[in-house]
Each structure stands twice: as structure tokens, then as C-alpha cells.
């Protein structure tokens, strides 16, 4: 029985929400159509107007703010894995190595406890602000049910008042649905009233915060790393001064049709002595201040290595570094004798050079009698060979000349070289060349982009066909060409 009893209410309460239904569908359906009127206030829709608003700005704020932090894990997964790089890297004979491991592990520890405060400070704070929005909403929407159901119960009562039938019961019933309806409408206005407006003064002070708190952990994040980054630029900087005279040895390439580049900042051998092993190469580019051994050789002007073993020609197709200097020199000797060249660069002062014959004087003597006692014995020596290029254009110009222009030309066009030897590109901003090749100079767009010992410029065949400068276009070793024009 009381299993039945239980089902009884249970289906009495579903067709009283559904006779609910009905009774505020057909309310609404009226008031639309102008039948009926609907009760209005206007200050508590800017209340709802502006929760919406503030719901909607919480809501963009909450996932911005989850960005972010999605984005400070992903800059310390990357800052972690560079720290270690550079601790592989760091070899153990160099000074500062436990440094910089120190260094290391204050960083991942200096980005996780500021991703874990940001954490505790603004997302879990922008969580609970959020966290009261919803019970509100659905208030705010039961109040809108309630007042359709006092509108009802109104029109219902009045309709009964105006009847030429009056039913007294039915008016007293009614009336007593209205006292009801109107008592739970009133209830759920006045709470809304008075939380609504308070919410709504509420976002200043939690912006302020939210904001304020984010700042200020940047600010100390940003302190902190600013101190390790400053620790770490000392340690590196001990070890450039360190490091810095000694020699970085550069293994021979294994083929002269595939020059390879050479490395960007060699350093020249602490003792001045000359390179003899026919494995490895050193890119000298500062040049001791001195005069040439050889009597009545030229300055060279373009970059070059030394090379022993008899002379093969062409000269050795080495790629330069787009760093280093153009004052070298290529010299071939054979097995025998391989004497030492100083050479002295147009930007050394005279007084240097002067001193520097006097010192060499003696070993030129030495080497002119080798010389001749080789001579006689059938065998002969190879002088330097001294490979010219021409000065490299800086902003459409040519050092110590004006720009040429010509309408047949590209713009900027400075002059032509022919390729000597094959050159094999490396990179996507290349020209590869055969030798025979003509190419047109020009200047490059930002100067300060031009290494020594490249040119910018367009194969004239590719100019004439395509008349296109930026599908065209490359740079290209000046020591593999040579000027025509």
C-alpha cells in the first residue's frame, strides 16, 4: 500500500509540473500576441544584463589565463631542454662547468615555482570567483518561471472578477493562487535584487587582485632569471677570454666539387708558425703586421689558405667563411720546404710593416739559398700565389666606384664576373654555378647582411629569360669567380 501510495504522488507531482508547463507556455503565447500583460522591471533586467556581461568576461578570463599557463609549462620545457644542451655541450676541462650546472637547476626550479604560484594566486582564485555564477543563473531563471506563474494566477483571478457568471469559490481559489504566486515571485526578487548589483561591484576589486597578483610574480620570476642570466654571461664570458687566442683547427674537405664553409670565427696558431699537416687547414684571419717574404709580391685582397704539396691547378676551391677577412693568401710549396709567409694587410700602418722586415730579413735569406740549392738540384718551388677579387658593393655601391645602372640590367647592377671553377650550393639562398657561368652583381638589400668573401647576384641567363629578381636571385663565393665587366 505504501508502495502505491508512493506512486500516487509521484504521478500527482508530474502532472502538476506538466499542467505548470502548459500554463506558462500558453501565459507567454498571450502575452507575445498582446492578450495579456506582462509585469516589467526594467532595473532588475540591467541587473541581469550586467551579470551576463560579467559571466561572459570571467569566462574569457579563465581560459586567457589557462593559456597563459599552458604557455609558461611550455617555456619551461623549452628553457629546461636548452639548460641541458648547454651543460652537454659545456666540455669538463672548461672552466665554470659546475656553474653552470648550478645555473641550470636554479632556472628549472625559478620556472616551476612561478608556474605553481600562478597556479595558487590566480587560476584557483579565478575558479572560486567563477564558482557562484551558476547557482545565481539558474535563480535568476526560476525567478523568470515564478513571475510567468504570477502573471497567470493575475489574469486568471481578474478573468474571474470580470465574469457575468460570477463563482465565488473559484474567485476565492484563485485569489488564494495569487496571494501564493505573488508571495514566492517577491521572495526570489528581493534576493536578487540585492545580490545582483553586489556581484556586479565585485569584479573591480577582483580584477585589482587577479591582476596585481599576476604582476608581481612576473616581476620577481623576471628578477630572478634576470640574476642567472647574468651569472651564466659571466661564466661564458671567462671562458671566451680563456679560449679566445687559441687555434680551432678546420679538417680538410674531401672533395674540391663540394667546397663545404669554413668555420665562421677560426682563430689564428698562438705561435705564428704556418699549418704543414696536409689533414687540417686554419683559417687565419688576423694577419701578423709584417712584409711579404717573397720579394716583389702583391698584397693579396681576397681570402685564401695555405696549402702544401707541389702545385695542382686550379687554385683550391675552398668556400669562405662569410666572416672571414679578405686579406690571405694561398701559397703552394712541395714536400720539402715549406717557409714561412708573413703577410701584411693594407690596414696596418707602414711603421709596422718596417719593423716586421728587419725580422724576417734573416729567413729570407735562408729561404732564397734553399731556393737556389734546390734549383740546382732539378726541383723548383711554387711562389705565393696571390688570388685577387674585387671589394664587395655596400648599399648599391662598389668601394671606391659608383653604382652602374643600365636599363638592361637588374636594379642596383654593379658589374659582371665569370665563374672559374663549379660551385655546389649549400644553402637555399645559393646561386649554384658551372664554370663558365656569367653573373650579374648586385648590391644587397640590408648591407649589414653581406659577409666577406660573398657577393649577391643573378645568373644573366636567368635574368634575360625571367627578367625576376627575387626567384633568381643568390649569393655566391667571390674567390670562385672573376671579374669580365
Known amino acids: ?151 497567470s494566477a493575475r489574469h486568471h483571478f481578474e478573468a474571474l472578477q470580470t465574469a457575468k457568471k460570477k463563482d465565488e469559490t473559484k474567485i476565492a481559489k484563485a485569489e488564494e493562487e495569487l496571494v501564493k504566486a505573488q508571495k514566492v515571485f517577491e521572495e526570489m526578487n528581493v534576493d536578487l535584487q540585492e545580490e545582483l548589483p553586489s556581484l556586479w561591484n565585485s569584479r573591480v576589486g577582483f580584477y585589482v587582485n587577479t591582476f596585481q597578483s599576476i604582476a608581481g610574480l612576473e616581476e620577481n620570476f623576471h628578477k630572478e632569471m634576470s640574476k642567472l642570466n647574468q651569472n651564466l654571461h659571466d661564466v661564458l664570458l671567462g671562458l671566451d677570454k680563456q679560449y679566445s687566442g687559441n687555434a680551432l683547427p678546420v679538417k680538410a674537405q674531401p672533395s674540391d666539387s663540394t667546397p663545404a664553409k669554413a668555420n665562421k670565427s677560426p682563430s689564428p696558431p698562438p705561435d705564428g708558425s704556418p699549418i704543414t699537416s696536409p689533414e687540417t687547414k686554419t683559417v687565419n684571419h688576423e694577419l701578423e703586421p709584417s712584409t711579404l717574404e717573397a720579394p716583389g709580391a702583391s698584397i693579396p685582397k681576397s681570402p685564401s689558405q695555405l696549402r702544401k704539396g707541389p702545385p695542382v691547378p686550379p687554385p683550391p676551391k675552398v668556400t669562405p667563411s662569410k666572416e672571414i677577412k679578405q686579406e690571405n693568401i694561398i701559397s703552394l710549396f712541395d714536400d720539402n720546404f715549406v717557409p714561412e709567409i708573413s703577410v701584411t694587410t693594407p690596414s696596418q700602418p707602414a711603421e709596422a710593416a718596417h719593423a716586421g722586415a728587419e725580422a724576417a730579413g734573416s729567413e729570407a735569406a735562408a729561404g732564397a739559398d734553399a731556393s737556389k740549392t734546390e734549383a740546382d738540384s732539378g726541383s723548383s718551388s711554387l711562389p705565393a700565389v696571390v688570388v685577387e677579387t674585387f671589394p664587395a658593393a655596400v648599399n648599391g655601391t662598389v668601394e671606391g666606384g659608383a653604382s652602374s645602372e643600365r636599363p638592361d640590367m637588374p636594379p642596383g647592377f654593379l658589374f659582371k664576373v665569370q665563374a672559374m671553377h663549379d660551385y655546389t650550393a649549400t644553402d637555399s639562398d645559393e646561386l649554384q654555378l658551372k664554370a663558365g657561368d656569367v653573373v650579374l652583381v648586385i648590391p644587397f638589400e640590408n648591407p649589414e647582411e653581406q659577409d666577406e668573401g660573398w657577393l649577391m647576384g643573378v645568373k644573366e641567363s636567368d635574368w634575360i629569360q625571367h627578367k625576376e629578381l627575387d626567384q633568381c636571385r643568390g649569393v655566391f663565393p667571390e674567390n670562385f669567380t672573376e671579374r669580365v665587366q
Open 1 to 151: 500500500m505504501a508502495e502505491l501510495g508512493s506512486k500516487g504522488v509521484t504521478a500527482g507531482k508530474i502532472a502538476s509540473n506538466v499542467q505548470k508547463k502548459l500554463t506558462r507556455a500558453q501565459e507567454k503565447v498571450l502575452q507575445k500576441l498582446g492578450k495579456a500583460d506582462e509585469t516589467k522591471d526594467e532595473q532588475f533586467e540591467q541587473c541581469v544584463q550586467n551579470f551576463n556581461k560579467q559571466l561572459s568576461e570571467g569566462t574569457r578570463l579563465q581560459k586567457d589565463l589557462r593559456t597563459y599557463l599552458a604557455s609558461v609549462k611550455a617555456m619551461h620545457e623549452a628553457s629546461k631542454k636548452l639548460t641541458e644542451c648547454l651543460q652537454e655541450v659545456y666540455e669538463p676541462d672548461w672552466p665554470g662547468r659546475d656553474d653552470t650546472n648550478k645555473i641550470a637547476e636554479n632556472n628549472d626550479l625559478l620556472w616551476t615555482d612561478f608556474h605553481q604560484k600562478l597556479v595558487d594566486q590566480a587560476l584557483l582564485t579565478m575558479d572560486t570567483y567563477l564558482g557562484q555564477f551558476p547557482d545565481i543563473k539558474s535563480r535568476i531563471a526560476k525567478r523568470g518561471r515564478k513571475l510567468v506563474d504570477y502573471d
